[in-house]
């Protein structure tokens, strides 16, 4: 293989494809990135067994080939030089990286021994705006649980229907739910529901690219594929069965308030310091113009701060976990919240002021007196 | 089911001999059989990318192993699944609560709605303290007239009372209940005669179907609050109401306390509540680890129970735990419930030798290497690990750690501890350590 291609443009592949890599894996080849020249252009892989990435750079290819390289050095050393053009060519077991002024002799290893990332792309589902990605799906992903024991729960549900698509997270503690996300499907192929690792999900939104993204479903495979211009996502979907989310949104409530995220967003952070040793419990006391939000640890001391807001109901009080409520006042951007409870024993609602599409609820925790 | 998880059990123990460890554990572990008929095995693996490498290059030792115990010429299929056994867990309290909080209309003022009969452990120690409240809750006025419970603090005197309350509210919301603690009943008789208004407070409580006293040792001393309380007492008992009163002690014990008075507290049953036994903690902590929607395992329970003798520590051990375990992102087991209670308490359990033993008994190493100045990828992990593990379990200083691993420098071990704290939290390396402190190392012996 030889190959002559602008750093530049390996370098911002780079940064996101390095992801996948698995630097500690007890399987020596998934440390590294595969290499493979053909038709004018490189493609890099990486994977670590629960997903795949591999994107391409154009490139002067004098001889196809394929092999591989230790991720960790290449990376630091692409992220380093300074060359504008390098060259890579294959020497017996080694690779050879010359540019101008360097030279640099990397070990490989055989590149049979790195694993296919996909079979079949399968049946092409959606195509999703890239911007539309960011902003919907920002604000549910955080929700899903990071504990892959617990398989459900570690996914983002992508459900049909009547108008758009509704995305729910959930990791049993807090939920995040969006209506109305516009993919758009072709009729004979598209989805009716879908759950996808959420970490596939957050690899995506890294993709620092603007294409649209097509995403393809292979059923036999239990495969999703996201394709981003020359850039492939590939993870697995999710079997298990979703709990019954619909059941758990509250339809009424006692007490309504609203108020400014970020004034929140602050008052929670400052409470968060006093309840890091008490389990971060956050206390919210919604009072009728405001929200005294307060916080505690016996051997350290307390603090309160308060939020302006217009409640609405009886006055009443209610305690989180504030690492939940720092998650969702930092996932959103819009600038009013609206916050909705029925004793302090329910789970709260939060919603986007002049916006039915979204909600985010937070198991509150019990606190005595 | 269980015959497919048997067969497939031998095969993997047979390929477990012919690769190499890393293999086995990335590729092989997650594994299971599907279904074994008509000459066709069905495998599952986790994804694509696993059964490619499996086809590829481990086919000729899966085929062989499998031609071995299902019979020559079976043909072999990979599917894209995840192992039965992965699936099936809780779905975490959001979930669970919803029927339970439907249950409850509406609640007493100062009564916890979750203190009742049925989150209540009962055994040796408070069986008859919770068999009376539970017939006085039945039939509030007519056996047991005052029930007078007694017991040293934290022992669940305030959750009977609370549930007696509840149980009667249950049944029948018209019903007038106080509950009321000693202290704030002498505020209440005090701030009457100071307001002029005595009569009120008297209509208050001499009105009432279930008065609920807790901590009535406080009376002690408080003629004029005593004088109150006797009045009450007798209309109350006259008009069939019933009353319960707790204590940290005897009526007879009870100092400074008006004789007549006295007499009314033991007039009825007086029963005691001895600190929790053993297994009556254990009890109590799956009962709490439910409340807050954990799957608490009954060893977690037991290791914990042996820790914390008093019943009120418990819900904090178990709140530590809960709150280590989610900042991890581990789940509970018994080696974290140790880690974090002996935190609190003495550190030293391991001796150094055993830790840095288990850790090498782990990666199939030998304990001269990991001491040793060699360099390679794989001794150099281990090392780290060993120094994070020193590090955080025994709190031994940097040196005292490079000493132990063949003489290196503190800084060097600085580093090493800095760089597992990283990989643990971008590599979920959590699980790989709580399973080098449980690993067995008399597997030792076989090098």
């Not at chain 1, 291609?5 to 595969?34: C, G, M, W, Y």
């Not at chain 1, 308060?306 to 959103?332: Q, R």
């Not at chain 2, 069905?42 to 086919?59: C, E, V, Y």
Request: aromatic share 6%; proline share 3%.
């Amino acid at each position: 293989m030889i190959v002559t291609l602008l750093t530049d443009n390996l370098r911002a592949k780079l940064s996101f494809l390095n992801h996948a890599v698995s630097p500690n894996s007890q399987l020596e080849i998934l440390s590294n990135f595969f290499l493979k020249a053909s038709k004018g252009k490189l493609t890099v892989s990486a994977t670590d067994l629960e997903i795949g990435l591999s994107s391409s750079v154009p490139a002067n290819v004098e001889e196809e080939g394929e092999t591989t390289v230790p991720a960790k050095t290449f990376f630091d050393l692409i992220n380093n030089i300074t060359e504008e053009k390098i060259t890579l060519k294959t020497k017996g077991t080694n690779l050879e990286l010359t540019g101008k002024k360097i030279k640099m002799l990397f070990q490989t290893m055989p590149p049979e021994e790195f694993p296919k990332l996909y079979e079949e792309k399968g049946e092409e589902a959606a195509v999703l705006k890239k911007e539309l990605l960011l902003k919907d799906f920002n604000k549910v992903v955080f929700s899903a649980s990071a504990d892959s024991s617990r398989p459900a729960l570690s996914g983002v549900l992508v459900r049909k229907e009547k108008e758009g698509f509704l995305i729910v997270a959930t990791d049993g503690y807090r939920l995040s739910l969006k209506k109305n996300v516009a993919f758009e499907t072709k009729k004979e192929t598209g989805i009716e529901s879908l759950l996808l690792p959420a970490r596939v999900i957050r690899e995506l939104l890294s993709i620092k690219q603007d294409e649209d993204i097509r995403l393809n479903v292979s059923e036999k495979s239990n495969q999703a594929v996201f394709t981003q211009g020359e850039t492939v996502l590939v993870g697995r979907l999710i079997e298990a069965e979703y709990p019954n989310y619909e059941k758990i949104i509250p339809t009424g409530f006692d007490t309504k308030t609203g108020f400014d995220r970020e004034e929140m967003h602050k008052a929670v952070k400052i409470c968060s310091v006093f309840a890091r040793e008490t389990a971060n419990i956050v206390k919210l006391s919604l009072k009728k113009d405001k929200i005294v939000v307060s916080a505690n640890t016996p051997s350290v001391g307390e603090d309160t701060v308060e939020v302006e807001a217009k409640t609405t109901g009886e006055e009443n009080e209610i305690a989180f976990n504030g690492k939940y409520l720092l998650d969702f006042l930092s996932n959103t951007e819009e600038e009013e919240v609206v916050f909705e409870m029925s004793g302090p024993l329910n789970a709260g609602v939060f919603k986007l002021s002049g916006d039915d599409s979204f909600l985010h609820l937070i198991m509150p925790i019990r606190v005595q007196g | 089911m269980d015959k497919n998880k048997e067969v497939w059990d031998e095969i993997l123990g047979e390929i477990e001999l012919e690769v190499s460890r890393a293999n086995f554990l990335t590729l092989f572990k997650r594994t299971a059989l599907l279904s074994s008929q008509d000459g066709v095995l069905t495998i599952a693996a986790p994804s694509i990318m696993i059964i490619d490498l499996l086809q590829r290059r481990f086919f000729d030792i899966i085929k062989k192993s499998v031609d071995k115990h299902v019979g020559e010429g079976t043909e072999i299929i990979f599917v894209p699944k995840t192992s039965p056994a992965e699936e099936l867990r809780a779905s975490g309290p959001l979930f669970e609560t919803s029927e339970k909080t439907e249950a409850i209309v509406g609640h007493l003022p100062r009564v916890r709605p979750d203190f009742t009969f049925a989150n209540l452990a009962v055994s040796s120690t408070n069986q008859l303290a919770y068999v009376s409240a539970t017939t006085v809750a039945k039939k509030p006025g007519v056996t047991y007239n005052p029930l007078f419970i007694y017991g040293p603090t934290g022992v669940g005197k305030t959750h009977l009372m609370q549930a007696i309350a509840n149980e009667v509210y249950q049944k029948n919301a018209d019903r007038k209940i106080i509950y009321i603690t000693s202290e704030e009943f002498t505020n209440e008789v005090v701030d009457a005669i100071r307001t002029n208004s005595t009569a009120q407070m008297k209509r208050r409580f001499r009105n009432t179907d279930l008065l609920i006293i807790d901590d009535i040792q406080f009376v002690a001393g408080k003629e004029k609050v005593q004088e109150e309380l006797f009045h009450t007492f007798n209309i109350l008992v006259d008009n069939g109401s019933q009353i319960v009163l707790s204590s940290d002690r005897p009526p007879a014990e009870i100092k400074k306390v008006e004789k007549r008075l006295m007499s009314r507290f033991s007039g009825g049953l007086t029963v005691d509540i001895e600190a929790p036994d053993f297994e009556l903690r254990t009890a109590i902590l799956l009962i709490k680890a439910k409340k807050y929607g954990f799957n608490l395992s009954m060893e977690v329970a037991k290791t914990i129970a042996e820790k914390e003798q008093d019943a009120r520590s418990l819900e904090g051990a178990l709140l530590r735990i809960m709150t280590e375990a989610e900042a991890k992102g581990v789940l509970i087991d018994s080696s974290l419930a140790q880690t974090v209670l002996e935190g609190k308490s003495a550190k030293k359990t391991y001796h150094p030798d055993d830790i840095i033993n288990n850790v090498c008994a782990y990666y199939k190493i030998k304990p001269t290497q990991i001491k040793s100045q060699k360099r390679d990828a794989s001794l150099v992990r281990a090392r780290q690990i060993a120094m994070y593990v020193l590090k955080k379990d025994l709190d031994l200083t940097y040196v005292e750690i490079g000493n132990m691993l063949g003489g290196r420098d503190h800084t060097t071990v600085m580093h090493g501890v800095e760089k597992v704290e990283k990989m643990i939290e971008t590599n979920g390396l959590g699980q790989e350590i709580l399973g080098i402190k449980n690993y067995d190392s008399g597997k030792l012996a076989d090098y």
